[in-house]
T-cell receptor, first 114, second 113 residues
Framework: NAGVTQTPKFQVLKTGQSMTLQCAQD?????MSWYRQDPGMGLRLIHY???????DQGEVPNGYNVSRSTTEDFPLRLLSAAPSQTSVYFC?????????????FGPGTRLTVT | GNSVTQMEGPVTLSEEAFLTINCTYT??????LFWYVQYPGEGLQLLLK?????DKGSNKGFEATYRKETTSFHLEKGSVQVSDSAVYFC????????????FGSGTQLTVLP
């Protein structure tokens, strides 16, 4: 099992550009989520999905879009990048929505917006 | 709202030293509590958890006890190793849902040989 994979590892964007952060898992997990991690703050939930075709907003969804066309993939789209979106982004997956199910995290994507 | 406060880092210890990383929480009910660890270049991994008061979570020599009276979930290890160098995150969920996980800001631990 590769677990949760994320690409790219690093990315630099100019303000206004768009891009997609990729996330894939090979564990047949139903629940997937995206977090951002900023200095001095905990991880904050951006969007999540409880299965293919089902997505919902988390704590900080503005400026991001997601879709879930397959169980395996959960891409995060930045529509028009802003410096405030400079952060480290983590994708996670688990068997289900219950917190007692262990969440598996990807290695992260470090994004800088200039 | 719910929140998690961790001791500020970075924490630097010598090998075989005793480790405590403090974590306190604010919640309107009785949350489940977690410690996650992030090794360099990797994603977060669940280290241990406790779902009710007085529960003790343990794994890889680390322990944490859910203290309702002090709203705390401090992480301890009796003898740290260089391989324990990582960032440690305390987290809670009130509803039992992963969608409602609230994380602390993380504590960087460096263990020197």
């Amino acid at each position: 099992n590769a677990g949760v994979t994320q690409t790219p590892k690093f990315q630099v964007l100019k303000t206004g550009q768009s891009m997609t952060l990729q996330c894939a898992q090979d564990m047949n997990h139903e629940y997937m989520s995206w977090y951002r991690q900023d200095p001095g703050m905990g991880l904050r939930l951006i969007h999540y999905s409880v299965g293919a075709g089902i997505t919902d907003q988390g704590e900080v969804p503005n400026g991001y879009n997601v879709s879930r066309s397959t169980t395996e993939d959960f891409p995060l789209r930045l529509l028009s990048a802003a410096p405030s979106q400079t952060s480290v982004y983590f994708c996670a997956s688990s068997y289900g929505l219950r917190a007692s199910y262990e969440q598996y995290f990807g290695p992260g994507t470090r994004l800088t917006v200039t | 709202g719910n929140s998690v406060t961790q001791m500020e880092g970075p924490v630097t210890l010598s090998e075989e030293a005793f480790l405590t990383i403090n974590c306190t929480y604010t919640a309107t009910g009785y949350p489940s509590l977690f410690w996650y660890v992030q090794y360099p270049g990797e994603g977060l991994q669940l280290l241990l958890k406790a779902t009710k008061a007085d529960d003790k979570g343990s794994n890889k020599g680390f322990e944490a006890t859910y203290r309702k009276e002090t709203t705390s979930f401090h992480l301890e290890k009796g003898s740290v190793q260089v391989s324990d160098s990582a960032v440690y995150f305390c987290a809670l969920t009130l509803t039992g849902s992963a969608r409602q996980l609230t994380f602390g800001s993380g504590t960087q631990l460096t263990v020197l040989p």
